[in-house]
């Protein structure tokens, strides 16, 4: 049976193909991701979001790079890493938990963002209301 953390980091990847899918008939195009989270993320995370992207044709090192970014706890180093993926140009940016969504949609309104395992009413107030695609209780997307 597939555990919780598992199954979000695998809905995470379920979220980003739909960006990356709409730019599927460049040949050719390796796409980037930005993943952001304040604490190294846990393994089970790592590994479902992987087999997920996997599952959709996305091989990391093939056709899709993950830049992977993240604090030793601190919330106040998120926005100077959500910059860094922004200047390195990735396509979208996957926010494990509601600092990194926040200091991602704080650093940036051109990438698309994509956020897992957030409980936050925050996260569906002020300007850009965040959307739950796949209806599930903690992901969305701005």
Known sequence: MIDRRTFLAGAGAVLLAAPLAAGAQQ??????????????PPRTYVEGFQQGLRARGYIEGVNVVIEYRSTEGSFDELPHLAAELVRFHVDVILASAAP???????????????????????????????????????????
Do not use: N, Q
């Open 100 to 142: 990194a969504a926040f200091a991602a949609r704080s650093t940036t309104t051109k990438v698309p963002i994509v956020f897992v395992a957030v409980y936050d009413r925050a996260m569906h107030s002020g300007g850009r209301r965040a959307e739950c695609r796949l209806g599930l209780p903690g992901a969305g997307s701005w």
């Open 27 to 40: 040949a050719g195009k390796v796409y980037r991701i930005g993943f952001l989270r304040a604490g190294p």
